[in-house]
């Protein structure tokens, strides 16, 4: 009695254990969809604005016959149906008609191809086959990266000093900004080589991106700003030798002092040559006012008389005889 006990609790455990096997197989089975039930299963596609895109299937999934539909969006819209057995394909539109002419279906495979994609495409695309089977893609449009652009930060320009045992010198930052305008789904990154130094990252669309960085004037490395998304990028390199000279306050000051010192110049030059002006005028008045005019006086002499007086004198002849022998 007590051995047919034991083999009736032994066959119900083994009883038990086969259920709960067949359960669990069932329960699997209705999980990959071997029993008509949907598969969850997601596959992402990037794609850049302005692209084509093709949602692929794999042609061992359909069956000669078998009829598709392709469906969009949260409401499920139709846009496209297949029908092999009656060798019709179809495309469709939505209300807002943003499929307008974007739309090829491949009769071979069944793959749907989205032409010239916008941002207004983005969302999930489902395909069901045969009215059990699906496949469901969620597609995301990023808008073409354009270039970033780094400029000088004049208004934060600092400077740093630093000091050893013998001098001390004074070390100037270089303030830079990395920017891009109408962006959305991308990270702005600084790198130093291949280091990354700082990063900003925006899920929203259409908005403005900045990223500052501070280098020293005289820094030999080599520095990036790369502005990415999930398919592309766009690098732009650092030129320390044309954005850091010097701060702007500083080329001011410069730029004020030099301005000043040609005034002084030019004040001191135009004062000199006045003055010597003004002494070559002076001159030349003096030496009018010392200039006497004065009137011949003409004195009444003696003088034709005298000379003719002289005149006789000199013609005066002395007459000898002469005596004959």
């Known amino acids: 009695m007590r051995i047919s006990i034991l083999l009736d609790q032994e066959f119900f455990a083994e009883l038990l254990t086969k259920m709960f096997h067949t359960l669990v197989l069932f329960c699997l089975c209705c999980l990959i969809g071997v029993f008509g039930a949907e598969t969850n299963e997601i596959q992402s596609v990037p794609v850049t604005e302005g692209d084509s895109v093709t949602l692929y299937i794999n042609f061992t999934e359909i069956q000669k016959d078998d009829s598709m539909l392709w469906k969009y969006g949260a409401e499920k819209s139709i846009i496209a149906e297949i029908n092999r057995k ?105 790198y130093k080589g291949n280091s990354l130094l700082s990063s900003i990252s925006v899920s929203d669309l259409s908005i403005s991106l900045s990223l500052p960085l501070e280098v020293e004037y005289q820094a030999k490395n080599t520095y990036s700003c790369v502005l990415n998304n999930p398919i592309s990028n766009q690098t732009q390199h650092l030129d320390i030798t044309q954005l850091c000279h010097t701060c702007a306050g500083s080329v001011s000051l410069i730029v004020l002092i030099s301005a000043g010192s040609l005034l002084v110049v030019a004040a001191v030059g135009i004062l000199c040559i006045y003055k010597k002006c003004r002494k070559i005028d002076k001159e030349d008045e003096t030496s009018a006012e010392e200039i006497n005019y004065t009137m011949p006086t003409f004195i009444k002499t003696n003088t034709h008389e005298s000379f003719l007086q002289e005149v006789r004198e000199d013609s005066h002849v002395d007459y000898t005889p002469i005596m004959m022998r």
Request: charged share 15%; net charge positive; hydrophobic share 30%.
């Open 86 to 190: 009656y060798e019709w394909f179809s495309t469709f539109d939505v209300p807002d008609g943003r499929f307008r002419d974007r739309l090829k279906l491949d009769k071979q495979t069944g793959s749907l191809t989205i032409t010239n994609i916008t941002t207004r495409h983005t969302g999930v695309y489902q395909l069901e086959i045969a009215g059990a089977r699906t496949k469901t893609f969620s597609v995301s449009v990023y808008a073409r990266l354009s270039v970033p652009v780094i400029s000088r930060n004049s208004s934060q320009c600092s400077s740093s000093s630093s000091s050893s045992s013998s001098s001390s010198s004074s070390q100037q930052n270089c303030s830079l900004v990395c920017s891009v305008v109408n962006v959305g789904h991308v990270t702005l990154s600084w």
